[in-house]
Every structure is written in C-alpha cells, then in structure tokens.
C-alpha cells in the first residue's frame, strides 16, 4: 500500500509508529482526566467548527477541560480502566451515550457544574440555513421591506409569501413562518434566507448528559434553584399536614394546626361560658370594646403596609384632632342669628 502512494518501508513504518504515538498520548490523556475528575458533562458537538471550539476552550480555561475523539478509543478507554479495577463499575453507564458527535467536559472537582453549563450554552455563534440542514428552531420571515428589487416578485411568490412594491423595493405584507423545527431546510428557503442575508439558527456544543459522582441525570437538574426546591418542599409538608388533617393521624407537619384548631374549640367553650382562662383575656377584651378591636385592626394594617406603631398611633391621634376641631367649628352660632 505504501508503495502506491509512492512511500518506502521506512516511511509506512514511520507514520504508523507516530499514529500508535499519538493513540498512546490519547490515552494517557483521557486516563488521566477521567481519574482526576468526577464531573463530566457530555456534550454534541455538530456544527460546530474550530474557532468556535478554542473560543470556548479560552471561556473554560480555569474551570474545565474538552476532549474529543474517536468512540471507539473512548469506549475502549472506559472499559480498559474498569476491567483493571481502576475506575469504578459505575462509569458503564457512559458507554451507551458514547454515539454520534460527542464529547466530554471534564468539570474541575472544586468547580460548579452550573457556571461551567452557562458558560457551554452562552458560546453560540450565528449560522445560515444551509439546504439539507435540520431546523434547530422555528424561523419566520418578519413583516416589512425586505430590500429585494421588484424583478424578486416571482421567487416570493413560488414560496406563497404576500408581497407588494413600496418605495421600489418589495415589501412582505405579514410574518410568515418559512421553516419548521425540526424539519429538513429546503433549497428555496435556504435561498431566499440568503437573499434576506438572514442567518436563523446559532450553533454551539450542546449539553446532553451529566455524570457526577456515578449518577446520570438530565442537564435541565442543573436548572433547579434553591427557590424551586423550596417551592417544591412547602408543597409537600403541605401534602403531608392536609393529609394528617383528613385521617385525624397526627405527624409533624399537621400537629401544629391540630393545635391551632383544638385552642379555637377550647376559646370558644369559654367565652360562651363565660370560664375565664388567661389565653382568652384579650378576646374578650375586644369583644367588650369593638372601637378599640376596630382601632388595633387599622394599627395592624399601617403596620403591614409598611408603617410602623408609632406612625399608625400618630395618624389615629391626627383622625381625633381633626374631629375636635369640627366639633368647635359647629357650636350653633351663625353671621345671621
């Protein structure tokens, strides 16, 4: 074969020693960060070209590490280093996501799985609608002048666009939705987009899996914030008291409202009682005097809305005052009597 392409033994024998070198460094690579770290995220690489890729290993420097390759050489990577016991046999759940374009983000153990995520979906960068391509997402063509001379009309048409001339130029008359995700882009839309000098869709590396610790899970988990788990929390305890509630079985999150509920029945046996006991003091105090229960209600409500006691006192005072003063104002006298 060599003497084909013109090559001496020397030459063949040469080049493949440098090819099994450079799988031997390959190897050692990819031991060595997969021994060094426990977070890895597996990302699609299509589309992407190689500027875009040292843009984004420059972004993770510090942070993180990309490796590509062959999966062949990977998967047999993973499965040299857990047959000799130096990795556990929980990293064999990698080896069915191995397939297509892919790669690995090696996540620094000190790192943060979600900085390291933004930092991979910020690094788009704009392409055209090339013929053949898979949509990656909806594309509409906006309303207004598109700038295409008149002779254009035609070409618009074939593709059931309303158009009009205006100022010289042709105008689209309403948002048309030209390609669908998911859909395969035809050579008459990728022409046109070009005419329009229109570049629909943003490329970059795409996360698809993330291994931490041995456990698979979906990039979205990266998502979940803190508000959300409590969300997600008081939700359950709230489950879990209305529960306890129904069945008259008392747990740690009823048993408070099972409190509240036996006082209310207790508090209402004694103010129809009349049986004095200290927790009702107050209660029928205000019962007693509606004014001063109406009075406390408008402090509580200033309070809430920002005021404070002494503010609510102040403006109740101002209310007295003011009717005083009316009251001296209408004493029965009159300029006619």
Known sequence: LGRRFGLTDTNCVTAMSNV??????????????????EKIILVKADNVGSHQFQTIRSDLRGKAE?????????????????????LPASYEILAPHIAGNVGFVFVKNTGDLKDVADTIRSNKVAAPARPGAI??????????????????????QALNIATKISKGAIEVLKDVHLITIGTKVGNSESALLTKLSIRPFAYGLQLAHVFDNGSMYDPSVLDITDDDLEKVLQSAIS???AVGLETGIPNKAS???QIAMAFKNVAGVAL??????PQTEAIRKFLADPEAMAAAAAAAAAVASGGTKDSAAKEEKKEEEEEEEEEEADMGFSLFD
């Not at 099994?20 to 770290?37: A, G, I, M, P, R």
């Open 255 to 257: 048993f408070p409202h």
């Open 135 to 156: 949509a990656p997402c909806d594309v509409w063509i906006p309303a207004g002048n598109t700038g295409l001379e008149p002779n254009q009309t035609a070409f618009l």
């Open 272 to 277: 129809a009682s009349d049986y004095d006991i």
């Open 20 to 37: 099994s070198q450079k799988k031997k460094d390959y190897f050692e690579k990819l031991t060595n960060l997969v021994k060094t770290h």
């Open 239 to 241: 489950n879990v008291a």
């Open 66 to 86: 990309v490796l590509m390759g062959k999966n062949t050489m990977i998967k047999k990577c993973f499965k040299s280093l857990i047959t000799t016991k130096q």
